[in-house]
């Protein structure tokens, strides 16, 4: 019901308005009246109302006539008019579709179809504020209202509370409601209704909701009982004097996700094709460069430069694959076990070169698996800590993992003490090629491809990440959310022991 929008009737009777009015303000319309045609268009300028019950047969000033003035004027051109009449010769409709009505009821009405009617336009009335401010001719407003109506995408119209206040028929579906009840949800914030059914993400950009209007957002409902689905998310704020707040646009990418899935599995076998001639030529400059002492000194320095640039190339190579190759690597093995986790972190910062690395983990005994495998969350952890090292301004970063358990969400934090990041560094950090080296100058190694290798993972597998810069000085937090699964075996279980709730790379 569209609760909020003013219709005005215009009829000499004073009958006929006490009429329409015991029909109308019973669903919640209000009504304003006028009794002229001079007085219909003096109340349209001063109420802008959202639909017009015009009377065809007044004195001074007939329907027709009151019709013509409206659509000549810029300001009134676009408020929708259904012409009520007891004409019903043909000449007498033609003569009021030239006039620029949208609808026609003959009187005496049906009550049950004039409710209809005037439903339907009040609702497409609301994106017929979307049109340009100039004038438009009748067809070209009935072809955008019928694009609308029958777009794949869904449309919300949004109120100055953030509440749904209208949509199109795909709109509603995606928020999991009727389109002939509405109302259903206008009670809540689009978020609210959003969050039943998705994931919102990225986090950060939610959170900024809806100040931002130039943020990348999704919503994503994860494999499951139902299909995955990917909702990308445009927010535009609509001009003053136009009904309704904001207007949000719901655009279906799932196929283009699955489509980059296709993408990856032709690049994990480019995959192979590059990095095995590559790693011949590291093997084989690799020998030349132990043996450079014995070169002469313009040799040894171009051995040296070769080698290295080598060495730059494959880096570039694997960052580029581990992102393209990151949903393949979900697929694979069943859930590590959680306790598992602080273990592997130490691990990972050993290979990598952190010797100044914390972990504290205050889980039970029996801790449940999560839903990632143990090479995704050895490549998650990797990125991040390898990120931690290569960022610090001399490369030897103390970093502190916390890992804890709130119901079915595990959450892992990785806290630094390296570079401090910029407002539009942590607001576009998930995105691929995005790199604190923003001129790509190369002093940094890698692509940018790490985070939003993380990103894409987390967001896959229902979970969320977060990147804050410290409080308390230089350095990042980032943040995971990984959604918990099965309990352990009771083999597994047998086999828990108290384990400490800190430890380091040197006694853990």
């Given at each position: ?134 004038r438009r001719v009748s067809s070209e407003r009935a072809q955008f209202l019928w694009a609308i109506e029958r777009s794949v995408d869904g449309y919300i119209m949004l109120d100055h509370e953030d509440r749904p206040q209208d949509g ?341």
């Amino acid at each position: 019901m569209d609760s909020q929008s003013l219709i005005l009737v215009v009829d000499d009777q004073a009958r006929s308005q006490m009429t329409l009015a015991s029909l109308l303000e019973p669903e919640g319309y209000r009504v304003a009246f006028a009794s002229t045609g001079p007085e219909a268009l003096t109340q349209m300028r001063l109420l802008a109302p959202d639909l017009v019950l015009l009377d065809v047969m007044m004195p001074e000033m007939d329907g027709f006539e009151v019709c013509r003035h409206l659509r000549a004027d810029p300001d009134l051109a676009l408020i929708p008019v259904i012409m009520v009449t007891a004409l019903d010769d043909r000449d007498s409709l033609l003569q009021g579709i030239e006039a620029g009505a949208d609808d026609f009821i003959s009187k005496p009405f049906n009550r049950a179809e004039l409710r209809a009617r005037i439903r339907t336009i009040t609702r497409l009335n609301r994106f017929r504020a979307l049109l340009d401010e100039h004038r438009r001719v009748s067809s070209e407003r009935a072809q955008f209202l019928w694009a609308i109506e029958r777009s794949v995408d869904g449309y919300i119209m949004l109120d100055h509370e953030d509440r749904p206040q209208d949509g199109n028929p795909q709109g509603w579906h995606y928020l999991g409601l009727s389109p002939q009840q509405p109302a259903l949800g206008s009670g809540e914030p689009f978020c609210t209704i959003a969050g039943r059914s998705y994931h919102l993400e990225p986090q950060d950009a939610w959170a900024c909701w809806p100040e931002s209007t130039n943020a990348v957002r999704y919503l994503v409902r994860p494999e499951g009982a139902d299909p995955a689905l990917w909702l990308k998310v445009d927010v535009l704020d609509l001009p003053k004097g136009v009904v309704g707040s904001r207007l949000v646009h719901l655009q279906d990418v799932t196929t283009k996700v699955s489509a980059q899935r296709d993408i990856w599995a032709f690049h994990s076998f480019m995959s192979h094709k590059l990095r095995t001639p590559l790693t011949s030529l590291l093997i084989g400059m690799g020998l030349l460069n132990r043996h450079v002492h014995a070169l002469p000194s313009d040799l040894a320095m171009l051995t040296a430069t070769a080698y290295d640039g080598a060495q730059r190339i494959k880096a570039v190579v694997d960052d580029i694959f581990c992102y393209l190759g990151a949903p393949m690597v979900l697929a694979r093995g069943e859930g590590v076990l959680l306790r598992s986790v602080p273990d592997l972190v130490i691990q990972l910062g050993t290979s990598l070169g952190i010797s100044a690395i914390q972990v504290t983990a205050p889980l039970g005994a029996g801790a449940p698996r999560l839903t990632v495998n143990a090479q995704t969350i050895e490549l998650l952890l990797t990125e991040i800590l390898e990120n931690s090292r290569k960022f610090h301004p001399h490369n030897r970063p103390a970093v502190h993992v916390s890992l804890t358990q709130h119901g079915k969400v595990a959450t892992i934090g990785v806290m630094d003490n390296g570079v401090t990041l910029t407002p539009v560094q942590l607001q576009r950090i998930w995105e691929p090629y995005q790199q604190i080296d923003g001129d790509f100058a190369g002093q940094v190694p890698g692509v940018g491809l790490g985070l939003a290798t993380v990103a894409q993972i987390c967001w896959a597998v229902g979970g969320a990440c977060r990147i804050t810069n410290r409080p308390d000085g230089p350095g990042i937090i980032v943040t995971l959310e990984l959604p918990l699964g099965a309990e352990p075996s009771p083999s597994e279980r047998s086999n828990d022991v108290d384990e400490p709730s800190t430890c380091d790379g040197a006694d853990c």
